[in-house]
């Protein structure tokens, strides 16, 4: 029987915060192990928690970027479960008071706008981390994570495939990336998701029985994960077996998720208004501040791209995926570049040279500098091949393009008379391949071609010596 495939996701947002959701504490990265830890976010007895306002800030602008109906009065929960790297007990979160509902995230796959429905944004507190070391012998607890406020992004469940489900997590960071809530780091835990999917039999309603998939931190695991997951589910919904409500882990390092706990429902967390806090009360006026001050999105990049540089859709999506690449196109671009082929090079040798594209905002050529290796491409003085060779130069040493060019004598050759020596010693020295292209062997120019390249070491005009080839071969 095939099966629709039913996807949401619960994408956890690390706010770029510099203390903590209810204390004073840094939220610094990488910071020695429970060294940004005090009384609050370590749950001792007695403390009160005091609401971080800039969190709320920050929340409320994905929440406007997304189109979503703000509350004017929301609350927070105690939702309460025990883990290690949860001292107190319960972590601070919101529930059915939540900041925001409804909204929705476009994303474009596979050539089409879709539109992934949000059910909400609520903000919560983190926990810590457990270290579990390799000997088996002791776990570790580090708090500096505990109280790090989160926005957790809950979707509809309105994906239908692993590649869309990542397309969608992929989309909303860039969303985060631009509002400036978020840096978007998946190393370090800075976003990262829960899937849910289910499997329903083609034109039923209801919905098949619910799986949860864990703290995936990746585009990569996230669409692997719910592969192996539809693969799992079909085979057992094939043997008639039944799907058990759980909660899995995926495992990469053996390509499987793997079961953690049975699902929790709400009523297991025994949710309840968090009584030292006060409701949270937002202001129109901030709102409509907000609102007015919204840069531009992804997706709206993507179109602008597209209107103004004349950019296909897969070169205006991939370099509106980071704000450096687009920032980077635009300085090329505004330096004299032409888009096409800013875009083309930015694709291919700069994102060739760099381990994550966010690194181009340090790169060694500057965009000018990209513009002007472009503009002698552009004018015809230098040939594409000897133009990677005079990139790969300005990326060790820095130097200008026009330079480079100059002391190495990497013109492109388009001297007529000087072109057709080279040419007519290539025809002269191979009579028998001569011999079998007139008769009729055409394809032998590419060959041709490349051995008058060679010769010239990259430097003749690739139009003119086809025509010259030509010219002798056919005369």
């Known amino acids: 029987m095939p099966w629709e495939v039913v996807i949401g996701l619960e994408v956890h947002v690390q706010l770029a915060t510099q203390s903590k959701l209810f204390c004073a504490c840094s939220t610094q990265f990488g910071a020695p192990p429970n060294s940004n830890v005090c009384a609050v976010c370590s749950g001792q007895p007695g403390v009160l928690p005091v609401l971080n306002e800039q969190a709320i800030v920050l929340a ?47 994303i474009w796959h596979e050539g089409q706008l879709r539109s992934v429905r949000l059910t909400r944004i609520h903000l919560e507190e983190d926990a810590g981390k457990n270290i579990h070391l390799a000997t088996g012998a002791a776990s570790l607890v580090d708090l500096n994570r505990a109280g790090v406020p989160l926005i957790e992004v809950v979707s509809e469940p309105d994906l239908r495939a692993p590649a869309e489900a990542a397309e969608y997590m992929r989309t909303l960071r860039g969303i985060v990336r631009a509002l400036g809530i978020c840096d978007g780091n998946l190393e ?22 619910k799986v949860e998939i864990k703290n995936i931190n990746s585009f990569r ?31 990469a390092e053996v390509g499987r998720t ?27 006026r901030l709102i409509e501040s907000l609102r007015v001050a919204l840069p ?3 997706l709206q990049r993507r179109q602008r791209l597209m209107e103004e540089g004349g950019l296909s859709d897969y070169d205006a999506t991939e370099l509106t995926r980071e704000t450096e690449l687009t920032d980077y196109y ?23 040279r760099v381990d994550d594209a966010r690194d181009v905002a340090r790169a060694p050529v500057a965009p000018a500098g990209m ?18 060779d005079i990139w790969a130069k300005m990326w060790t040493s820095g130097g200008s393009a026009l330079k480079i060019a100059t002391d190495g004598d990497l013109f492109q050759q388009s001297d007529s008379a000087a072109l057709e020596q080279a040419v007519r010693a290539v025809v002269e020295a191979h009579a028998d391949r001569v011999a079998a292209y007139r008769a009729g062997k055409t394809k032998l120019m590419g060959w041709f071609v490349g051995q008058v390249m060679q010769a010239t070491e990259g430097k003749a005009n690739p139009k003119l010596v086809n025509t010259l080839l030509q010219q002798l071969l056919d005369g």
């Open 330 to 352: 635009h300085l090329a671009v505004a330096a004299g570049g032409s888009p096409k082929r800013v875009a083309n090079w930015m694709l291919t040798e700069l994102l060739s």
């Open 221 to 251: 695991f996230v669409q692997k994960a719910l592969e192996y997951e539809i693969e799992r589910q079909s085979e057992l919904l094939a043997r008639g077996q039944a799907i058990q409500q759980e909660t899995r882990q995926w495992s």
């Open 258 to 284: 793997e079961a953690m706990r049975s699902k929790e429902e709400a009523h297991d967390y025994r949710y309840f208004p968090e009584p030292d806090l006060p409701p949270v009360e937002i202001d129109e």
């Open 296 to 298: 531009e999105l992804p």
């Open 188 to 209: 370090q835990g800075s976003l990262r998701c829960d899937a849910n999917i289910s499997l329903r039999p083609w034109g039923q309603q209801a919905l098949g029985t």
């Open 60 to 106: 409320l602008k994905l929440a406007l970027a997304t189109g979503g109906t703000i509350r004017r009065r929301s609350r927070f929960a105690r939702k309460n479960y025990f883990y290690p790297d949860l001292p107190k007990g319960y972590q601070i979160s919101q529930y059915d008071e939540p900041l925001a509902e409804h909204g929705a995230v476009e």
């Open 371 to 388: 513009a002007e290796l472009l503009g002698l491409v552009e004018s015809g003085k230098v040939s594409g091949k000897l133009a990677k």
